[in-house]
């Protein structure tokens, strides 16, 4: 029975420490009592309720692509190019047409280093074979009620491949037939 009351009295206290608990103003953290006791919620800031890497917001005509989380300040997140990873900067790009909102790739001449730059495209699929392209999102534009709709793709790390082109050269095998 000692077992009980020690632990009745130990939830009650903790039951009053956190009836004490007020969420500071831009915590974003909302606690609320209930019948059966208090609830602790993390208070919805984004509107669009995605969190991740390579958030779209439009802002004044323009996509813009930032990290959801906040963790990474002026980047976008992490995108892999060719299996190795690079840390993307916050891009933008205007909205003139509707489309897929397009995280693009291409590596320098050595290979090694990758630049990022945002393309609003018909299809998410390059037409130069030393560029790669990565959909992040759709936009769609209304010119007749000069609005913009914005549809977000989730995203952990976007693969980008740059594969160039294949040349057809003979094989051993060739050689031997």
């Keep these: 029975m000692d077992t009980y009351y020690t632990w009745s009295n130990a939830v009650r206290a903790l039951n009053n420490k956190v009836e004490n608990i007020r969420p500071l103003p831009g915590s974003g953290i909302s606690v609320e009592k209930t019948a059966g006791g208090h609830r602790i919620s993390l208070l919805n800031n984004n509107s669009t309720g995605y969190y991740g890497p390579f958030l779209l917001k439009i802002s004044n005509a323009t996509v813009v692509v930032s990290d959801g989380s906040g963790i990474l300040n002026n980047y976008a997140g992490y995108a892999a190019v060719n299996g190795s990873p690079y840390l993307v900067e916050t891009l933008s790009a205007d909205v003139t047409v509707s489309g897929f909102v397009c995280l693009m790739a291409s590596l320098d001449d050595n290979g090694g280093n990758a630049t990022f730059e945002m393309e609003i495209q018909d299809t998410p699929v390059s037409s130069d074979d030393e560029l790669a392209v990565y959909p992040l999102g759709y936009v769609k534009l209304d010119n007749d009620s ?19 082109n294949c040349t057809n050269s003979s094989s051993s095998e060739d050689d031997e037939s």
Excluded: C, K, Y
């Excluded at 000069?146 to 160039?164: A, D, E, K, R």
């Design 146 to 164: 000069n609005s913009i709709t914005l549809i977000q793709f989730t995203h952990n790390l976007p693969q980008l491949w740059i594969l160039g």
